[in-house]
């Protein structure tokens, strides 16, 4: 099935070349080259490239690349990238023409500062709707938990991002579950974004170059995911000179290493963190309890190697673990592991093509050991993993200045690994081994960026989707009763021995169109709208608010089908001439189906025939989205609100009525400021006020045998609100010591600045004084102020 859709979109993309070929044109010249920081060698994604007379304009790819195509002539190329003077260049074109640009910083060595007057239309210049993007320096100014920057942190400010709390782990994109976010750090897939339960995200601050998020219709290129996909590029490290970033706060401190290989043609960065929470902790705890431990490190590398003017290789990687133990009676430890290899191979200055083959696993360890009066040992050991190979090749054909076309294909093996229990009682041991799961995934694109017209650009493509759930031991067939009951076992079909070859036993094809429109309206002011369908094959099993560690990812199989969602989203973004903002409103409307859900009462751990307990149902979820940015000047920042709702329907839950998603959140408003006092002090604050997500509680108490027992008599699911959430984080940055090698500065933060106690959950006991009384207790996880101070500093 995948050869014959692979044959059909080469079908269609051949055709596309003859329409888009077939046009007679006059003959033209190409100019072609690299945008990349003067002091650094660092490739500058999206700087604006721009031609007069003919008001061409391009921007530079992901690896700084550009090409722009025109008649012979004399032309002014200016380049204009936030954060660094603009290069103007004056060009007789008479014959294909390289250029390199190398662009100089007009912002201070530790804070970015955007040169005032600058417009960088970053929505203006993109067709497809529901794009979000944010610079390091950016995402350094904005107040953090305990004074350091955090790239997940940072994307809760936006709109239609949302989380449940403080310690969630991951995010939520438009009323969309943690896993139907797809992250790819280098192009390789994380699946647990999260460090110390959600506190601080994997991605080291000092090692990001850029982040973009795309929540609407996203390009062609990516798949398997349906809400979301968080793009994060990391550093290639600085090829002119050794630096060294770095910095030392109260959780943890951190340290990067940069330098050229080879001057000019080659670099590399090292980044490491690590938390010391728990030694500084130490002196204050009981002696029973300074065992303890509670602490993360992680590790990132990059590579780059230009082996001449049309090749260049990347080889990065990322390695990270958390570690919490508690009196050597529990220990759990998890972690990502991911590696890229990539290839730039430069076949024309037209035509550019990226390579990627990546490796990424996420695992988890539990462990517990307990000594019963009667001195029997016991222990309990679980070991569970997920890993992704794949490879990515992508062609960027640069056809003309009205035709942009990027195609490719993608190849990815999942192996699912659900888990290993063994439990140790003296000499008895018992053990479950649950069953390797696999599924193949192979897709291919084709995506067209056409300027029309001046006014009217689209950007239409489609990706052919195909999925295969694989299996070489146990396949569960089970029979189909009353819903919200377990299914209970039909047979069990044993395929090979567990080692060998595997034999597909499920597999989808689905046919994915995304297209997106943008029209001006007059200067300045654009009309969007996007359409967008993605399906997804890998499900990560949950029945809490927010997801831990060690819950389990999980492959589309013959009893769970994969999810599909359609979204349309139409929006306006404009940037006034007399005003230096950026105004933005986005409607969205999402369809979806097949999407996961759980029997009550579910056993998702090492269950062998968890699907039993699994359900699929139908969602939907729509809002608007409205955004005020400015970020030029002294005062720079946004404010954002979100009026949205997201529902889910499932047979045999919630009296087969629509009921709220766990992720509903009706009102959200966002802000985001920093203003520049002087040449030493910046002062920063932060806002964030959510309605309280929805949750169900028991309505009545039953006394059975005086055991009170609570229940719900409505049967209805998330039928009641959790308290809104609101926040407010302050922080000043004082630059220190300026020297000629050593540049440093200060942050000095509070977070939650009028210690608001946020319930993260409600749950009920008897009260202590009269048990025939039960009260509600607020869990919060965070319900003081939290001061912190860091120290940066960089050479």
């Known amino acids: 099935m995948i050869r014959s859709t692979i044959r059909i979109l080469s079908v269609l993309m051949i055709l596309l070349m003859l329409v888009v070929v077939g046009f007679a044109q006059p003959k033209k010249f190409t100019i072609s080259g690299y945008v990349r920081d003067a002091s650094s060698g660092e490739a500058l994604i999206n700087a604006t490239i721009s031609i007069n007379p003919g008001n061409a304009t391009v921007q530079s790819n992901s690896y700084g690349f550009f090409s722009i195509s025109l008649t012979p002539g004399k032309y002014t190329l200016t380049a204009t990238y936030t954060g660094f003077a603009v290069i103007t260049r004056e060009i007789a074109l008479t014959e294909n023409y390289t250029l390199d640009l190398q662009m100089k910083s007009s912002a201070g060595e530790l804070n970015e500062v955007v040169v005032t007057g600058e417009k960088r ?107 979301s996909v968080l793009d994060i590029r990391m550093k290639d490290g600085n090829n002119q000179k050794l630096a060294v970033n770095g910095g030392i706060s109260t959780i943890f401190s951190r340290i990067s290493i940069e330098g050229p290989l080879k001057k000019d043609e080659s670099s590399f960065i090292i980044a490491g963190r690590r938390s010391y929470i728990d030694v500084l902790s130490k002196p204050f705890m009981k002696k029973d309890n300074r065992d303890n431990q509670f602490y993360f490190y992680d590790l990132t590398g990059k590579a780059n190697w230009q082996l001449n003017d049309k090749n260049t290789i990347y080889l990065s990687g990322y390695y990270g673990r958390d570690v919490f133990s508690f009196n050597n009676q529990a220990f759990m430890d998890w972690g990502n592991m991911t590696t890229t290899l990539r290839w730039n191979h430069l076949f024309t200055q037209k035509l550019f093509l990226n390579t990627s083959v990546y490796y990424s696993k996420y695992d988890y360890s539990l462990k517990f050991n307990s000594e019963a009066k009667d001195t029997k040992q016991q222990s309990y050991n679980w070991k569970s993993d997920i890993q992704t190979y794949g490879v990515k090749p992508t062609l960027t054909w640069y056809i003309s200045n009205k035709h942009q076309v990027k195609t490719g294909l993608n190849f990815t093996m999942y192996n699912f690994y659900p888990g290993k229990g063994v439990m140790v009682d003296d000499e008895n041991k018992a053990e479950i081994n649950l069953v390797r799961r696999y599924g193949v995934e192979s897709a291919a694109f084709v995506e067209d960026t056409w300027k029309v017209s001046k006014a009217l650009s689209v950007q239409a493509g489609v990706r052919l989707n195909y999925y295969a759930y694989l299996s070489n031991s146990s396949v569960y067939h089970f029979r189909d009763t009353t819903a919200n009951i377990r299914k209970p076992l039909d047979y069990e079909e044993k395929v090979g021995n567990g080692t060998g070859s595997k034999k597909k036993i499920s597999d989808w094809t689905y046919f994915e169109p995304r297209v997106s429109v943008r029209y001006e309206l007059k200067k300045g002011t654009f009309l969007k709208a996007g359409y967008a369908r993605s399906s997804q094959y890998m499900h990560l099993l949950s029945n809490t608010a927010s997801p831990t560690p060690i819950d389990l990812y999980f492959p589309s199989t013959n009893n769970i089908e994969p999810s599909v969602t359609d979204q349309v989203s139409v929006g306006v973004v404009t940037v006034p001439e007399f005003l230096n903002l950026e105004f933005s409103a986005e409607v969205f409307y999402k369809k979806m189906k097949n999407v996961l859900d759980y029997i009550d009462n579910a056993n998702l751990e090492l269950n062998p025939q968890v699907e039993a307990d699994l359900l699929t149902g139908k969602g939907k979820s729509y809002g608007v989205e409205l ?12 404010i954002n609100y979100t009026w949205s709702r997201s529902y889910r329907k499932t047979e045999g839950i919630s009296n087969n009525e629509w009921f709220l998603n766990r992720y509903d959140r009706t009102h959200v408003i966002n802000m985001a400021v920093t203003r520049e006092l002087n040449d030493k002090w910046s002062v920063s604050a932060n806002f964030n006020y959510g309605s309280g997500t929805p949750a169900t509680y028991p309505n009545v ?7 009170p027992i609570p229940y719900n008599t409505t049967g209805k699911r998330n039928d009641f609100r959790l308290p809104a959430y609101h926040r407010l984080d302050v922080a000043a940055t004082m630059k220190g010591r300026q020297g000629k090698k050593l540049k440093q500065e200060w942050v000095f933060g509070i977070y939650n600045l009028y210690a608001r106690q946020n319930a993260y959950s409600i749950y009920f006991r008897q009260n202590e004084d009269d048990p025939k009384i039960r009260e509600a207790i607020r869990l919060s996880i965070l319900g003081s102020i939290i001061p912190s101070i860091t120290w940066n500093f960089k050479f």
Request: without cysteine; aromatic residues 8%; proline residues 5%.
């Open 627 to 638: 955004e005020v940015k400015k970020e030029t000047g002294k005062w720079q920042g946004w």
């Open 121 to 227: 239309l970053k929505r203006t210049n993109t067709v497809a709707l529901g794009i979000q993007q944010m610079s390091i320096g950016q995402i350094k100014k904005i107040p953090a938990f305990l004074g350091e920057p955090d790239v997940l942190k940072a994307m809760l400010t936006l709109p239609g991002i949302t989380s449940v709390g403080e310690g969630a782990n991951g995010f939520n994109v438009r009323g969309g579950n943690v896993d139907e976010n797809l992250i790819i750090m280098d192009e390789a897939p994380v699946y647990n974004s999260s460090h110390m339960l959600g506190f601080f995200s994997v991605f080291n601050p000092d090692a990001v170059k850029n982040v973009t998020l795309y929540k609407g219709a996203f390009p062609a290129e990516f798949g398997g995911r349906t809400s």
């Open 701 to 707: 108490k039953l006394d059975i045998q005086g055991i």
